[in-house]
């Protein structure tokens, strides 16, 4: 269990509902049956309203068992990036169909217009889905499409090349995975030893993701251009479809971290420094146990892990243990770290049978417990909102759906007695508020420094280097000891895959921890009621607007220093320091 040695029995898995427009036999890897179908929905005639809802039906059926498609391309690629049949199939179809596929969109997406003038829909319904596609439409270009592809087939590079490194440490070849356990030993020199091979080796790959993110970053830059942009900042802050917030509101966000959280981290780091009787921390301080016990050991084989996680879900909320017992039952996992396995975790909807599947690394650490609670809370998203049958709401604001995965961190962590006793519960909770407080600081140092990366398109690897470590240590950084390891500090960037896959999502992690705090602190107070809204948030998917969703959550949409300090004092109380 836990484990998809061949991911069958994931593409055997019934559609939602049977198909009302696409063949039951179409091949979606052919471009050209793809193709085919897209220009028949062009071709469609419509003649009220209620034939437009039908035809936006017609789409969001075919838009689904697409993205299904290229889903399960994708998860077999990252579960397997060592198989070649798994990685041509991902490319075959990242080169052919989705670049044939995206002028169609863009031609539908203005037939869509064409019809909404002559047959208006209801306003409130439709209000969401036409603002984004209207976005999408003012972004496209036609001779943005090989360019995009260009950049995902570079991802496809990425993940290759850190699925690849291991070393071998101690007469065994490992991941770099693998070797986080040891990060926690409370040997200072075998620990000592295990970062900095590590460092060794990804150092070695320095040279080859340089050259990709530089190749990234060219193709960002010509794409803004392309579309009448300065930079790639405004035009992927749209493209993110951010329309509730701009970049103002995340250099905002950064200076009130640097001024609030910042000196609770370095509070938090003092402490550890103190306990653990040193005179400085380095980087292969950070994980142990300050006061030397053990390693938090929560589960030894992934059964346990699924089967632990399913009791925390127990003591929740019995709809959502309904619904990981579920996913359990369906085997919708791959969970244990291996070589050649891309890094990371995710969770990715297979949107036409509407049905999550949760990819991580894990080593039976207490940081894989919160992962799983993490991706779990992702899904759940996905299972609350899977009746929805418009294509494009069945997938909430990023913003939104981090809420919904840290969010279940807290609150499963309020549980995590199912694991630990009494004594290491209490050690964990406190790990995790800290690793919070983390969290809320590196994801302004990530965001400082995307901004400063595209807001300075001419830069050369040297001086981003340097941007680097001065927005690492203006966020933390010069609370550690660096001595000797500058080399090292100067590429931890390159450990951010979102960095080079994702640009400029990771905002969105500091936005949802502050509503994930606020729901924790209405979950100690009333589970039920909080519980309550918590679901109802999620059923609504993507059909309403970012603020909306937080309100109906009874949360407060906003990260100022106003949202931001009370909720850092209370986990300063919370912390004791």
Not at 348 to 356: D, F, G, I, S
Not at 360 to 384: C, I, K, P, Q, Y
Request: glycine share 6%; charged share 25%.
């Amino acid at each position: 269990m836990g484990t998809s040695s061949d991911l069958r029995h994931i593409e055997g898995l019934p559609a939602f509902q049977p198909r009302a427009y696409l063949p039951a036999d179409i091949d979606l890897r052919d471009k050209d049956a793809v193709v085919a179908v897209y220009r028949g929905l062009l071709e469609a005639g419509v003649h009220s309203p209620s034939d437009l809802e039908s035809w936006i039906l017609k789409r969001s059926e075919i838009d689904a068992a697409l993205d299904q498609a290229g889903a399960l391309l994708y998860i077999k690629m990252t579960c397997f990036t060592d198989n070649d049949q798994y990685n041509s199939e991902y490319k075959a179809f990242e080169e052919n169909v989705v670049p044939a596929v995206k002028p169609l969109q863009d031609r539908i997406n203005k037939k869509y217009i064409e019809f909404k003038k002559q047959f208006p829909l209801e306003n409130q319904r439709y209000h969401v889905y036409d603002r984004a596609l209207e976005r999408d439409l003012t972004l496209y270009r036609d001779e943005n499409v090989d360019l995009q592809k260009q950049v995902s087939l570079l991802s496809q590079e990425y993940q290759a090349v850190c699925g690849a490194m291991t070393i071998v440490f101690e007469g065994q070849e490992k991941t770099l995975t693998q070797m986080m356990p040891l990060l926690e030993d409370t040997q200072r020199e075998k620990r000592k030893a295990a970062w900095k091979s590590c460092a060794q080796r990804r150092l070695r790959d320095r040279e080859v993701l340089d050259k990709i993110f530089n190749q990234m970053c060219a193709l960002r830059n010509q794409m803004a251009a392309r579309a009448g942009f300065n930079n790639f900042v405004p035009y992927q802050f749209q493209a993110l479809h951010r329309f509730d917030y701009t970049s103002k509101e995340c250099k905002q966000y950064q200076r009130a971290v640097k001024e609030n959280v910042l000196p609770v981290w370095q509070k938090i780091l003092e402490r550890r420094k103190t306990r653990m009787g040193l005179n400085e921390l380095r980087p292969w301080d950070l994980l142990v146990d300050p006061q030397g016990l053990a390693a938090l050991r929560p589960f030894s084989a992934i059964d346990e892990l699924i089967t632990g996680v399913k009791k925390v879900f127990h003591k929740v909320d019995g709809v959502l243990e309904d619904l990981y017992n579920e996913m359990a039952d369906l085997n919708l996992f791959d969970l244990e770290n291996r070589k050649g396995k891309a890094p990371g975790g995710y969770q990715y909807t297979l949107a036409e049978v509407r049905k999550p599947f949760i990819f991580m690394n894990a080593v039976g650490m207490d940081n894989d417990v919160r992962t799983m609670l993490h991706e779990s809370g992702h899904a759940f998203h996905s299972m609350l909102c899977a009746k929805e049958n418009i294509y494009d709401y069945r997938h909430g604001p990023m913003e939104f759906c981090e809420v919904a995965s840290m969010s279940m961190e807290l609150l499963g962590g309020e549980h995590l007695d199912v694991f630990y006793n009494k004594e290491d519960f209490k050690r964990s909770r406190q790990m995790h508020l800290e690793s919070i407080v983390q969290t809320l600081v590196w994801v302004a140092n990530i965001d400082a420094f995307q901004h400063w990366i595209y807001e300075n398109p001419g830069h050369t690897r040297e001086e981003r280097a340097q941007a680097w470590l001065g927005h690492h240590n203006a966020f933390g950084g010069q609370f550690i000891n660096w001595g000797g390891l500058e080399e090292f500090q100067k590429y931890l960037w390159h450990r951010q895959l979102h960095i080079f896959e994702y640009p400029f999502y990771y905002i969105e992690y500091g936005i949802a921890q502050l509503g994930a705090l606020q729901l924790w602190q209405h979950y100690k107070k009333n589970k039920d009621d909080t519980l309550a809204k918590y679901r109802r948030a999620l059923s609504f998917g993507g059909s309403k607007t970012l603020p909306e969703l937080f309100q109906e959550a009874g949360l407060v949409f906003a990260f100022s220093e106003q949202t931001i300090r009370p909720l850092i004092e209370n986990a300063e109380k919370e912390l004791q320091l």
